[in-house]
Structure formats: structure tokens, C-alpha cells
């Protein structure tokens, strides 16, 4: 009657025993570290703690599943903390820059002078949002990137107060109303740009109290929605004057980037003109640049460096 009541006993503790084993984790201490295995009916997970207790963040994860390595590289927007912890965004959420027209795609023409000439330009300016980016390490180190990202960018060019512009065909030609200035001369452009950027990390394994510094180095495609909308606004007397003006829609632009944690700073040159005057000179355009990404900015640092 005892051994009966043993084995009934035994029977009813099996199944506890089972959930026990399913839902414990294993842990092995190295290096200081806490690496915690768990498993679950599909796959294999592991996750890094501190010996506090602080859980590492992953730029790059990988489980096992049937016996087959499945890798998810991480891919997020800027506008949101979150995506890798390791690397810092190559692109700024949100940017403002000065830009520029010039007729060669050196900033000075070959005889030393400004190369605004015959372009009419004034002081301009850009407005740009990156979208989404990802962020994919491509050596074994980790401080070889590629970054890819969507941005939309909106640019106004201004002009000096004595041109009007019109089109001819498709290009600019440039009336002189030096007898009835503007107050105001500008040419507003919407934009969506593709780049597809190779950078560098070199503090990727620097101590905690290094803030994260990138180099990227970028080739831009860029799409114009559209003509440019012009708008000359009459100094004295006469209603402002709207024009829609016909502009090349593809360009091509080179970017260098440098990333220091959130803060980002660009250099911009299109390789692509923007316009062509009725007297063939070519508009290219340029900008000097600088944005924050609001996601790492408000990112809590990790202990690696990183936010």
C-alpha cells in the first residue's frame, strides 16, 4: 500500500519536474560576464549581463534553429531609440545646411574668382529629414560599415534681387531688373535621396568614456519631385511674380559624413547640375551641413560607449 502510494506520487511530481527543466536557463559566468543560455521548441537564445545584472545590447544577434545559423541585422528608424547599440547613425534625423550654386564643382573658377558667376546667386540654405537608415557591419572587427538610408530633403536657392528668372526651353535665362529690384528672389526645390554610404568606426571597442566617432564616405542619388518653384516679390510697386521653373529631376551628389554620437556634420557636391543657363554654364550644387539624431540624443548610454 506505501510503495502504491509512492508511485501515485511519483507520477503526479513527473509533469512539475518537466516545467522545471523547461523553464530553467543555464548561466555561465566568464570573464566577468553572465552568459544566459535559454531554449525554448524552436530555437536557442543567449543574452550577455554584467555582473550587476545590466543586459548588453546587440547590434547583431544569432539564434539556432534545425541546425541552421539565422542572422537579423538590425534596421530602424532615427526618429526612435532603439536598433543597434553599437554603431552610431552615419545620417541625422533632422539637418540644416548652407548651400550653394556654383558653375564649376570646385567651390573657385580656374582664374581664382568665385564660381557663382552668371548665376546670380545669393546666400541659400536646405532643410533635410532622414527617414529610416540601417547599418550593417561588413569585416570581421566591426569597424568597416555600410550604411544605406531614405531622406527628404527640401532646398531654397536665392538670387540676387536685381534677376528675374524664366525658362527658355528647359534652361534658366536671367532678366535684369536692376530698375525694379526684389526684395525677395528664390527658387524652392523638393528632393528624396538615396545614399549608399562606406564608413568607418574606429572607437567601435574604445573605453565607455569615448564618445562614438564614424567617417563615412557616401555616393547620392537624388530624384527632384517636379519643376522648382520661383517666386520674385517686387520691392516697391507690382504683384509677386510665381513661376514654375523646369530643372534637371536626377542628380548625383558625394557625401562625407562625420558622426559623434548623436551630432552629425556633412559635406554635400553634386556631380549632377542642378539647371543650365541659356548661356551654357552649369549649376552644381554644394552644402555644409549640420543635424542630431533625435533617437541617439535621447538614447541612454550603454557601457560600452555607445548610446
Known amino acids: 500500500m ?3 502510494k509512492l508511485f501515485i506520487a511519483g507520477l503526479l511530481a513527473l509533469p512539475l519536474g518537466i516545467m522545471a527543466e523547461e523553464v530553467a536557463d543555464t548561466t555561465v559566468v566568464y570573464n566577468g560576464k553572465q552568459f544566459v543560455i535559454s531554449e525554448d521548441s524552436v530555437e536557442t537564445h543567449i543574452k550577455v549581463l554584467d555582473s550587476d545584472g545590466t543586459e548588453w545590447k546587440k547590434s547583431k544577434e544569432s539564434t539556432f534553429a534545425n541546425n541552421q545559423e539565422v542572422e537579423r541585422f ?5 526618429l526612435f531609440p532603439g536598433g543597434s547599440q553599437l554603431y552610431s547613425s552615419m545620417y541625422p534625423t533632422i539637418w540644416w545646411g548652407t ?3 556654383n558653375t564649376h564643382l570646385a567651390t573657385k573658377s580656374d582664374n581664382g574668382s568665385m564660381a557663382t558667376d552668371g548665376l546670380h546667386t545669393k546666400g541659400s540654405y536646405e532643410i533635410g529629414f532622414t527617414t529610416a537608415e540601417a547599418i550593417i557591419p561588413i569585416n570581421r572587427s566591426g569597424t568597416i560599415l555600410f550604411s544605406n538610408a531614405v531622406q527628404v530633403v527640401f532646398s531654397r536657392y536665392k538670387f540676387q534681387n536685381s534677376a528675374l528668372l ?31 554610404m562606406l564608413a568607418w568606426a574606429p572607437t567601435v571597442n574604445w573605453p565607455s568614456d569615448w564618445l562614438n566617432t564614424q567617417f563615412g564616405l557616401a555616393i547620392v542619388p537624388e530624384y527632384r519631385f517636379g519643376k522648382a518653384a520661383y517666386r520674385f516679390d517686387p520691392e516697391a510697386f507690382g504683384d509677386p511674380i510665381n513661376r514654375s521653373l523646369k530643372i534637371y529631376h536626377w542628380g548625383l551628389n558625394v557625401d562625407f559624413n562625420m558622426a559623434m554620437g548623436p551630432v552629425k556634420f556633412g559635406v554635400s557636391v553634386g556631380l549632377l547640375p542642378l539647371f543650365k543657363t541659356v548661356d551654357g554654364k552649369k549649376a552644381f550644387y554644394a552644402s555644409l551641413n549640420f543635424g542630431v539624431n533625435i533617437g541617439e540624443l535621447f538614447k541612454k548610454r550603454s557601457h560600452n560607449g555607445s548610446f
Open 74 to 78: 538590425y534596421v530602424s528608424s532615427p
Open 2 to 4: 506505501i510503495m502504491k
Open 166 to 196: 524664366s525658362n527658355v526651353g528647359r534652361h534658366i535665362a536671367f532678366e535684369d531688373r536692376t530698375a525694379a529690384p526684389a526684395s525677395a528672389s528664390y527658387m524652392s526645390v523638393a528632393s528624396m535621396r538615396l545614399p549608399f
Open 99 to 101: 548651400s550653394s550654386l
